[in-house]
C-alpha cells in the first residue's frame, strides 16, 4: 500500500519533467524536418541551376569545373534527404548512424570542392603549381580516404575515437583554406572586389560553424549551417556569373573590327605620354593604353610599314643572324611584352590569361609569314589605323 502511494507520488512529481523532455524532442525533431526540407529542396534546386549555366555555356568551353561544384550541392540536397527520412520515416534510426551519413556526404562536398578548383581560370600564383599539378587528385584524395574510414566504422560500430570522430571537420579546414583563397583571387581579378569581400566573410562564417562542431556548445548548428549554404550557393552563381560576363566582355575582336589610334601629348605635369587609342572591344569603350617610348616605337613601326603598304614585313633577328644585316625585331620577346602591356592596358595587369587573351590578341594584331621567314606584320587593316 505504501510503496503504491509512494509510485503515484513521484509519477505525479515527475510528470512534468517528462513531458518537457518529450516537447523538447518534438520541437526538435519539427525543426529538423524543416531544416532538412529546405536544404533538399534548396540545394537540388540550385545543383540544377548550376548544371544548367555549364549545359548551355561550360560544356562548350570544355570546362567541368562548374560540375564538381554542382555535385557539391548536390550532397547537401542528398543530406536533406537523409535528414527528412530520419524525422518522417524512421526516428529509430541511431544518432551515430544519421551522424555518419552527415559526414559522408559532408566529405563529399568537400572533395567535389576541391576537383573544381583546378578548373578555375584565375589561380593565385603560390598555390596554382600545386592546383595544377598531376598530383592534385593523390593531395586532395589520400585524406579523403583516411577521413572516410573512420566514418564509416563509426557508423557500423556505433562509436569510434574521439580523434578521429570529426574527421569531415579537419577535411573541411582544408577545403576552405584552398577555397577561401581561390574565390578571393577569381573575384579580384575580376575587379569584382565587394564579391571577393563576401566570400571571405563566408569562409569565415563557415570556418566558425566547423569550430563550433568540435566543441560541446550548444550553440543552434543548424542555424549556422543554414546560412553558410546558402551564402556559399549564391558565392557559387555569382562566380558562375563573373564567368559569364568576362566572356561576353573579354572577347578579343576580329582584325577587321579593331581600330588603332596612335598619339603622343604631354600631360598635366608636363611629361610627354606615349598611348594608343583602342577600339573595337566589347562595351564600345575606348581603350587608352600607355606604352614606354621602346614599345610604343615598335608598335608604331608595325603600324607604318602597314599604312605604306610596301613591303610591311618586319623581320626578326634570328640566332645566328648575319652581322652585316640590320633586323627590325631583336627577338620574339618584344612582341611578347608589346602583347603583355596592351592586355595590363585593356584587362589591368594580370587580369587575364595566355588561352583567353594573349593568344587571342596576338591572333588578331599580327600575322606571320607562311614561309616561316621569321617575318611578322599587322593584322589590323590599314583603313582602322591612324597616325
Known amino acids: 500500500m505504501l510503496r503504491g502511494l509512494i509510485f503515484l507520488y513521484l509519477k505525479d512529481k515527475l510528470k512534468p519533467v517528462s513531458n518537457y523532455f518529450l516537447l523538447k524532442m518534438t520541437v526538435d525533431n519539427e525543426i529538423l524536418s524543416f531544416y532538412g526540407w529546405w536544404q533538399f529542396a534548396v540545394c537540388l534546386f540550385a545543383f540544377i541551376g548550376l548544371l544548367a549555366i555549364w549545359w548551355h555555356i561550360g560544356k562548350r568551353q570544355n570546362d567541368f569545373g562548374q560540375v564538381w561544384l554542382a555535385l557539391s550541392v548536390l550532397c547537401w540536397s542528398v543530406s536533406g534527404a537523409v535528414e527528412v527520412y530520419y524525422t518522417q520515416y524512421d526516428f529509430a534510426m541511431n544518432d551515430s548512424l544519421l551522424d555518419g551519413w552527415r559526414s559522408i556526404l559532408s566529405l563529399f562536398n568537400s572533395l567535389f570542392i576541391l576537383l573544381a578548383l583546378p578548373w578555375f581560370r584565375y589561380l593565385p600564383k603560390s598555390i596554382a603549381h600545386i592546383i595544377n599539378s598531376k598530383y592534385w587528385i593523390y593531395i586532395v584524395g589520400l585524406p579523403f580516404l583516411f577521413s572516410m574510414l573512420p566514418t564509416v566504422s563509426k557508423m557500423l560500430l556505433g562509436s569510434s575515437l574521439s580523434v578521429i570522430s570529426e574527421l569531415d571537420v579537419y577535411y573541411a579546414f582544408l577545403t576552405l583554406g584552398f577555397l577561401g583563397y581561390v574565390l578571393w583571387e577569381s573575384f579580384a581579378k575580376r575587379r569584382l572586389k565587394i564579391l571577393a569581400w563576401l566570400s571571405l566573410m563566408t569562409i569565415l562564417v563557415t570556418l566558425i560553424a566547423q569550430l563550433y562542431k568540435l566543441t560541446d556548445s550548444s550553440i543552434n548548428l543548424t542555424l549556422f549551417s543554414a546560412i553558410f549554404k ?39 605635369n608636363g611629361k610627354l605620354e606615349q ?113
Open 230 to 268: 546558402t551564402a556559399l550557393i549564391m558565392l557559387f552563381f555569382a562566380l558562375a556569373l563573373s564567368w559569364v560576363k568576362e566572356l561576353a566582355e573579354n572577347v578579343i575582336p576580329e582584325s577587321r573590327n579593331f581600330f588603332l589610334n596612335f598619339k603622343k601629348q604631354k600631360s598635366a
Open 275 to 387: 598611348f594608343v587609342l583602342l577600339k573595337g572591344l566589347p562595351g564600345g569603350t575606348e581603350r587608352k593604353v600607355l606604352l614606354t617610348p621602346a614599345l610604343y616605337e615598335l608598335f608604331l613601326k608595325f603600324a607604318i610599314r602597314k599604312k605604306e603598304d610596301i613591303d610591311n614585313w618586319l623581320e626578326i633577328k634570328p640566332k645566328n643572324f648575319d652581322s652585316a644585316k640590320s633586323y627590325d625585331i631583336n627577338d620574339y620577346n618584344e612582341i611578347k611584352r608589346l602583347l603583355v602591356a596592351l592586355l595590363d592596358g585593356i584587362f589591368g595587369k594580370e587580369n587575364w590569361t595566355r588561352d583567353h587573351h594573349l593568344q587571342p590578341l596576338k591572333n588578331t594584331l599580327f600575322e606571320m609569314s607562311e614561309k616561316r621567314e621569321r617575318k611578322i606584320r599587322l593584322a589590323v587593316p590599314s583603313e582602322n589605323i591612324s597616325l
